[in-house]
C-alpha cells in the first residue's frame, strides 16, 4: 500500500498525507522545494523533489517515472493544475504503472473552464451568473456596447480569485480586457453578483459515476479581504446546495474528488453558482476534521476496495489557516478585533490546518519554506497579487 502525492507546498498535500499516512500507507510527498510542510509529517515517509514541471516538463515526467520505480507506488495525487496537466497528457503511460484516480480528460476540461462550468450549471436549471464567451478581441467593443454594468471578466481558467476583475463602464471594460488576455487568453464576462456569503460543497464519485459522499462548508474569512480565497472555513449544513451540486456533475462522467463554490446573492438571496475546483482543494483538512475523509476515501476506491456512502458529518466545525492566510486576513480586515473566531481563539474551538500537537513538524517545515523563499518574488507575487 503506497501513495505519492505531489505539490507538497499546498495545504491539500499535508491533509492528504496525514489522511492517508495514519492508516499505515506508506506516502511520498513531491515538490519543486525540499521545505515544504508535508515532507516533514510523520505521515511522510519519503521526499522527493522534482525539477519545475511548468518551466520543465519533460524532466518532470522523467524523475516522476524514477520516483514511482523507486518507491513502487500504487497510487498518485497530482494535485495542482499543472502535474495534472502531465498526468493527462501522459495518462496511458502512468495507468501502466499505478492508479490514477481522475475523471475523464473532457470532463475535467469542461469543469475547469468557468465559462463551460457556468453554462453546464444553466443546462442543469441551477442558478449561475450570466454568461458572455468573446470569440475575439474585436468582439469586446461590441459586446462592452450592450452589456450591463458593473461585470466580471473572469480567466476561464485560474485559481484563487487570480485574474479576475471588476470593471465599471464600457471604457474600463475595453481596456482590463485586453490586460487580462494577455496573461489568460480569451476571458469571459459575467454578471456581477454583489459579495454574499460563500460556501464550498466537496464531492467524491466512484468509477461508475455515483455520488458517494458529500459534504458543505461556509467561508468565514479571506484574505486577500474580502474577496480572495478562504482562510477559515466551518462545515455547515446546505442539503440544498449538495442536491444541486448532483445536478451540475450529473451531467458530466465524474470519477474522483472535486469541490463546486457557490455565492449567495444579496439581492435575492439564492446561492449562485460561482465555478468548479476538478481537484482537491485547500481548505481540505475540514472536511476530514468533520467526519467526510475524501483523501482517504478517494485511494480505497483508487485500489478497488470498498467504501461506504459518506453524507452525514459534524456541523459546526472550525478550520483555519493560520500561516499565513489568518494573519494576512487580520492585518487587511478593518473590524479586525471584532473577528469570529478571533485570531488568538485556541485549538479547543479552531483546528488548524498546518499547526497539530500530534504532528507538529509541518509548522517547522513551513517556516523553513518561508526562510527560503523570503526573496522569491515570483512566490510572493503569486501569493499576494491577484
Excluded at 30 to 37: A, I, L, P
Excluded at 120 to 139: I, R, S
Excluded at 204 to 231: C, I, N, Q, T
Excluded at 349 to 370: E, H, N, Q, R, T
Aim: proline share 8%; hydrophobic share 40%.
Amino acid at each position: 500500500m503506497s501513495l505519492l502525492i505531489t505539490d507538497g507546498m499546498l495545504r491539500m498535500a499535508l491533509a492528504a498525507a496525514r489522511s492517508v499516512g495514519r492508516r499505515g500507507v506508506f506516502v511520498g510527498v513531491g515538490e519543486k522545494t525540499r521545505f515544504t510542510s508535508s515532507a516533514f509529517s510523520k505521515y511522510c515517509k519519503d521526499r522527493w523533489v522534482y525539477p519545475d514541471p511548468a518551466e520543465h516538463p519533460d524532466l518532470y515526467y522523467d524523475s516522476l517515472l524514477r520516483q514511482i520505480e523507486l518507491g513502487k507506488y500504487r497510487v498518485m495525487f497530482p494535485l495542482d493544475e499543472v502535474t495534472l496537466g502531465v498526468a493527462y497528457r501522459k495518462r496511458s503511460e502512468l495507468g501502466e504503472l499505478l492508479h490514477l484516480p481522475l475523471p475523464p480528460a473532457e470532463s475535467f476540461r469542461i469543469a475547469q473552464d468557468k465559462g463551460l462550468s457556468a453554462r453546464l450549471a444553466l443546462e442543469a436549471g441551477v442558478d449561475a451568473p450570466k454568461t458572455e464567451f468573446p470569440g475575439n478581441l474585436d468582439e469586446v467593443p461590441h459586446l462592452a456596447r450592450k452589456l450591463n454594468y458593473p461585470l466580471v471578466i473572469k480567466p476561464r481558467i485560474s485559481s484563487g480569485s487570480r485574474g479576475i476583475r471588476i470593471v465599471r463602464d464600457e471604457a474600463e471594460l475595453v481596456s482590463t480586457y485586453g490586460e487580462i488576455h494577455r496573461m489568460y487568453p480569451y476571458p469571459v464576462l459575467q454578471e456581477y453578483i454583489p459579495l454574499g456569503t460563500r460556501y464550498g460543497v466537496g464531492i467524491l464519485y466512484d468509477g461508475s459515476g455515483k455520488l458517494r459522499a458529500a459534504y458543505a462548508h461556509k467561508e468565514v474569512h479571506h484574505f486577500p479581504y474580502p474577496m480572495g480565497p478562504s482562510s477559515a472555513v466551518e462545515s455547515v449544513w446546505m442539503p440544498e446546495l449538495i442536491e444541486r451540486t448532483k445536478a451540475i456533475m450529473d451531467k458530466l462522467p465524474w470519477y474522483g474528488v472535486a469541490q463546486l463554490d457557490f455565492m449567495t446573492d444579496p439581492r435575492d438571496g439564492i446561492p449562485k453558482f460561482m465555478e468548479i475546483n476538478p481537484r482537491f482543494w485547500n481548505s481540505l483538512q475540514l472536511s476530514v476534521q468533520a467526519g467526510v475523509d475524501f483523501p482517504w476515501l478517494l485511494y480505497q476506491l483508487a485500489v478497488g476496495n470498498p467504501i461506504e456512502d459518506v453524507f452525514d458529518y459534524k456541523i459546526g466545525q472550525i478550520c483555519r489557516n493560520l500561516l499565513p492566510g489568518e494573519l494576512l486576513h487580520f492585518v487587511q480586515n478593518p473590524d479586525r478585533l471584532s473577528m469570529d473566531p478571533p485570531l488568538w481563539a485556541g485549538p479547543s474551538k479552531v483546528k488548524d490546518d498546518i499547526l497539530s500537537w500530534s504532528d507538529p513538524m509541518p509548522a517547522f517545515g513551513f517556516a523553513l519554506a518561508c526562510g527560503a523563499n523570503l526573496f522569491n518574488r515570483k512566490l510572493w507575487n503569486k501569493l499576494l497579487k491577484r
